[in-house]
C-alpha cells in the first residue's frame, strides 16, 4: 500500500487565480473612468516628451525673453499670433513653458513614488509579514512620521539638503510619502497571511523570506500598481507646493507651482498666466487619479470576472 506524503494535501491547496490579461483588459476598455483617465495621463506623457522633438514643433526656449513678449506698456501679451497661450510677466512664451513644467512635473511624480514606493513596501512587508516586535517597532516609527504633515517634512529634508536641486526634490517627496503606502501594504500582506495557501507553504517548510518572495509579494501587486499610480498624482502635487514656496527644482527650469507663484500677481490683469498651469496641474493629477481608481476597481485577485 503507498503511503501518501504528508506534504500533499496542504500542498493542494491553490492560491488565489489572477484574471486572465485579455479578461483584465476587456473590462478595463469597458470602464468610463478607467478609458478616461489613460488617456489624460498618456496626452501628459506625451506633452512632457514634446521638448525632446521641439525642432519639429512650434515650441521656443521656455526661458527666452522675448522683446515682443510684452506689450509697449511692459505687459504680458494675452493667447493668439505668436504667443498661442499668451505670455508671462517677462515676456517668455508660455505654451513652451507649461509643456516644460509638464516634463519636471512628471520627472519628479515618477522618481519621487518610486522613492515613496520602495521605502513604503519595504516597512509594509517586512512589518506584516515578521509580525512581533519587529512589526511594532516599524509600526510606531511609521506613526511619528506621519504625524509631521508631508509638506513640512518635504521642506525640512529639501533644507538639510542646502541649495535646491531636481535629485534632492526627488528625495524630499519621496521620503516624505511613504507612510501611507506602508501602512496599506502592511494591512494587505496581514490579511493575505491568513490565507490557506499561506499556511500551506509553512506547513511544507518554506522559509519565512520566501513565503514573502513567493507568496505574499506577487498577491499585494494589484495593490502596489494602484498605489504608485495614485501616489504619482499625490507627488506631482507637492512638487507644485514645493515649487510655489520657491523649494522645488531650481530655475531657470520651467515649473508647473513656480509658475503658479510668478501669476498670482497677475491674476486680474492677465489670468492666463495663473490658470494655465494650475490647469495644467489639475487636469493630470485627476488623470492620474481617474487611473488608479479604476486599476483599483479591476486589478483584484479575488474579484470574479
Not at 184 to 191: D, E, H, S
Request: a neutral charge; one cysteine or more.
Amino acid at each position: 500500500m503507498s503511503v501518501e506524503s504528508p506534504a500533499s494535501p496542504v500542498a493542494a491547496v491553490p492560491e488565489p487565480a489572477m484574471s486572465p490579461p485579455t479578461s483584465f483588459w476587456r473590462a478595463f476598455w469597458r470602464h468610463p473612468m478607467g478609458v478616461t483617465g489613460l488617456v489624460i495621463v498618456l496626452l501628459a506623457v506625451l506633452m512632457a516628451l514634446a521638448p525632446l522633438a521641439r525642432h519639429h514643433l512650434p515650441l521656443k526656449d521656455p526661458n527666452y525673453q522675448f522683446p515682443q513678449g510684452l506689450t509697449p506698456d511692459g505687459a504680458p501679451r494675452g493667447p493668439g499670433g505668436m504667443f498661442p497661450l499668451g505670455s508671462d510677466n517677462l515676456g517668455r512664451d508660455m505654451l513652451s513653458r507649461v509643456v516644460w513644467g509638464a516634463q519636471i512635473s512628471l520627472e519628479v511624480g515618477f522618481f519621487a513614488i518610486a522613492i515613496a514606493m520602495g521605502v513604503g513596501v519595504l516597512v509594509g512587508v517586512t512589518a506584516g509579514a515578521a509580525g512581533g516586535w519587529v512589526d511594532t517597532l516599524m509600526m510606531r516609527l511609521t506613526d511619528v512620521v506621519m504625524t509631521i504633515p508631508s509638506i513640512l517634512l518635504a521642506i525640512a529634508i529639501v533644507a538639510v539638503q542646502g541649495k535646491p536641486s531636481e535629485a534632492g526634490v526627488f528625495i524630499a517627496i519621496g521620503f516624505a510619502s511613504w507612510t501611507g503606502i506602508a501602512r496599506i501594504i502592511r494591512g494587505q500582506v496581514l490579511q493575505v497571511k491568513e490565507k490557506e495557501f499561506i499556511e500551506a507553504a509553512r506547513a511544507i517548510g518554506c522559509s519565512p523570506l520566501r513565503v514573502a518572495c513567493r507568496h505574499i509579494i506577487p498577491n499585494i501587486v494589484p495593490l502596489i500598481v494602484v498605489l504608485g499610480t495614485i501616489g504619482v498624482a499625490g507627488t506631482i502635487l507637492l512638487d507644485a507646493g514645493l515649487s510655489y514656496l520657491g523649494l522645488g527644482v531650481p530655475p531657470p527650469s520651467a515649473s508647473w507651482g513656480r509658475m503658479i507663484a510668478d501669476g498670482q500677481n497677475y491674476y486680474l490683469s492677465a489670468p492666463w498666466i495663473l490658470l494655465e498651469p494650475a490647469m495644467a496641474a489639475s487636469i493630470v493629477v485627476i488623470g492620474f487619479n481617474m487611473l488608479g481608481q479604476a486599476l483599483q476597481e479591476l486589478l483584484d485577485p479575488y474579484r470574479v470576472s
